[in-house]
């Protein structure tokens, strides 16, 4: 019985601390543009770099790649690329969305909406 009436003052805290919640949010939202991750693929032939909003930024491909003239080859580089850049950029701001969580007081592993 007691343990429900913990859980509602610390839903008490959180509901208190909602302003600054939203403000951290609204900032996080913004830095995802300059969070940025590289994909490699064909030992570096094929490099993707994206950002935290899951954006392209940058594709390149090797010269010597080019010269080999093999379409398939190249689709599934840069498609390796492409999902390796975006994995790594998923990881970095999952790791930044439970720093700021973590730092709100907010309980390890909570969702918060706009940040999946």
């Known amino acids: 019985m007691f343990d429900m009436f913990r859980g509602m003052g610390q839903l008490g805290g959180l509901l208190r601390n909602l302003p600054k919640i939203r403000e951290e949010m609204e900032k996080f939202q913004q830095r995802l543009g300059q969070i940025t991750a590289e994909g490699d693929a064909g030992a570096g032939m094929v490099k993707v770099r994206v950002n935290g909003r899951m954006e392209v930024q940058s594709c390149s491909i090797s010269d010597e790649l080019m010269k080999m003239n093999d379409r ?13 850049a975006l994995e790594r950029v998923k990881q970095v701001v999952g790791e930044e969305t439970n720093k700021m969580a973590s730092e709100l007081g907010l309980p390890a592993g909570a969702k918060l909406p706009g940040m999946s």
């Open 72 to 84: 398939e080859m190249l689709e599934d580089l840069v498609k390796a690329a492409t999902n390796q």
